[in-house]
Nanobody, 119 residues
Framework: QVQLVESGGGLVQAGGSLRLSCAVS??????YGWFRQAPGKEREFVAG???????SYTDSVVGRFTVSRDNARNTVYLQMDTLKPEDTGVYYC???????????????WGKGTLVTVSS
């Protein structure tokens, strides 16, 4: 059974850092992504990584967020630095079985972890 379980969210002041983890069980995937949903807004792509290691980021987090993967632990991470209040939202981990875009078309989703950045 496939499961994606996020952890690491919390409350942090602007300028601070958090590291989100996504523990993946059941199988490995071709691509992984991090998405977020701010209050009152639609869910959006934040960052993602292919099995090859190639990563992509939405423009607003370039230079501040880093996605990585620990193959031995089958865990995907999102290191978030220099956080801003607009980064607040529920962060979801997702995975795709076959080749495709990182921004959409994911097959499995976690339940999310809340990140709150205070000003």
């Amino acid at each position: 059974q496939v499961q994606l379980v996020e952890s690491g969210g919390g409350l942090v002041q602007a300028g601070g850092s958090l590291r989100l983890s996504c523990a993946v069980s059941g199988r490995t995937f071709n691509r992984y992504g991090w998405f977020r949903q701010a209050p009152g807004k639609e869910r959006e792509f934040v960052a993602g990584m292919y099995w090859s290691g190639k990563a992509s980021y939405t423009d607003s987090v370039v230079g501040r967020f880093t996605v990585s993967r620990d193959n031995a632990r089958n865990t995907v991470y999102l290191q978030m630095d220099t956080l801003k209040p607009e980064d607040t939202g529920v962060y979801y981990c997702a995975a795709g079985r076959v080749a495709g875009r990182l921004e959409d078309g994911m097959d499995y989703w976690g339940k999310g972890t809340l990140v709150t950045v205070s000003s």
